[in-house]
T-cell receptor, first 113, second 112 residues
Framework: GEDVEQSLFLSVREGDSSVINCTYT??????LYWYKQEPGAGLQLLTY?????DMKQDQRLTVLLNKKDKHLSLRIADTQTGDSAIYFC?????????????FGSGTRLQVQP | DVKVTQSSRYLVKRTGEKVFLECVQD?????MFWYRQDPGLGLRLIYF???????EKGDIPEGYSVSREKKERFSLILESASTNQTSMYLC???????????FGQGTRLTVV
């Protein structure tokens, strides 16, 4: 099946930038997503990028996509303690019309004051 | 706002019991999904449904079945619960498979 890989843990100091990396395998993905999960909650969409783009910026968030290397990254500028959460990368995979999101293992971001 | 509601936040069941997890969405989405979340493994797809009465196996369907009799409701069934099914279960819906999935709050199931 398709595979999405992320590192499990990242620790940064408040005010620094965080970069969370992800690699994926399905080159036919139309969209690639970043989801955030706060403790005890479900997943919320943070941002997404269309597969024909190589960069998307949304306030403190920057998504970079390298299609050749199948590498996706999420940069959070000026990281705050409220950004502490698990971040999941996801790609859409499967047959046309019957696609589902495949998620990575999640990266736990810890922001130290 | 899209709302995906799971019937229980916490459940404790005994080994061998039949367990029903219910999920309802209010945005007329075509697709609904059941994932389980385990530490270090991320979210793994159990089953999904792309239409009423239609279902497709995900990556880990063994020990589970699903039911979608109405568009807004997608049920996950554990025919005979086992301790290795202790997990967080997340339901999601999307307009179609490539688009953003909206998640419920999750059901933490403990099988003793």
């Amino acid at each position: 099946g398709e595979d999405v890989e992320q590192s499990l843990f990242l620790s940064v100091r408040e005010g620094d930038s965080s970069v969370i990396n992800c690699t994926y395998t399905d080159s036919s993905s139309t969209y690639l997503y970043w989801y955030k999960q706060e403790p005890g909650a479900g997943l919320q969409l943070l941002t997404y990028i269309f597969s024909n783009m190589d960069m998307k910026q949304d306030q403190r968030l920057t998504v970079l996509l390298n299609k050749k290397d199948k590498h996706l990254s999420l940069r959070i500028a000026d990281t705050q303690t409220g950004d502490s959460a698990i971040y999941f990368c996801a790609e859409s995979s499967g047959n046309t019309g019957r696609r589902a999101l495949t998620f990575g293992s999640g990266t736990r971001l810890q922001v130290q004051p | 706002d899209v709302k995906v509601t799971q019937s229980s936040r916490y459940l404790v069941k005994r080994t061998g019991e039949k367990v029903f997890l219910e999920c309802v969405q209010d945005m007329d989405h075509e697709n609904m999904f059941w994932y389980r979340q385990d530490p270090g493994l991320g979210l793994r797809l159990i089953y999904f449904s792309y239409d009423v009465k239609m279902k497709e196996k995900g990556d880990i369907p063994e020990g589970y079945s699903v039911s979608r009799e109405k568009k807004e409701r997608f049920s996950l069934i554990l025919e005979s619960a086992s301790t290795n099914q202790t997990s967080m279960y997340l339901c999601a819906s999307s307009l179609w498979g490539d688009t953003e999935a909206f998640f419920g709050q999750g059901t933490r199931l403990t099988v003793v």
